[in-house]
């Protein structure tokens, strides 16, 4: 959270209220909703389950795994990235919304 102090249309003061850890767990949860939801929507449960009981030709299911490790693999990656950031500055350079 930041805070803002402004004076005839001027910024006088600013203030942020973030931790650093904070701001880091926040992200990290963040990317992994965000990461299910695109999983889901490229590989609803439906097609993940007919994978599973082998219901899908060789290249169906191997499409719908390889699929899947990618997004986790970038999230894997970006989660590495955001825990190694040591100032909120650093954090805030970084982008964690595309993958």
Known sequence: MRS???????LVKAEDFRTLEGE???RIA????VAGEKIISQFPFYKQINAA???LSEEQQA?????IQEVRASIDELEIKITQC?????LDKLNTTTF
């Open 4 to 10: 803002e102090l402004y004076k005839d249309g001027k």
């Open 24 to 26: 880091k767990a926040r």
């Open 30 to 33: 963040e990317l992994k909703t």
């Open 53 to 55: 009981l082998g219901l």
């Open 63 to 67: 499409n719908i795994i390889n699929g």
């Open 86 to 90: 040591t100032t909120l500055a650093q």
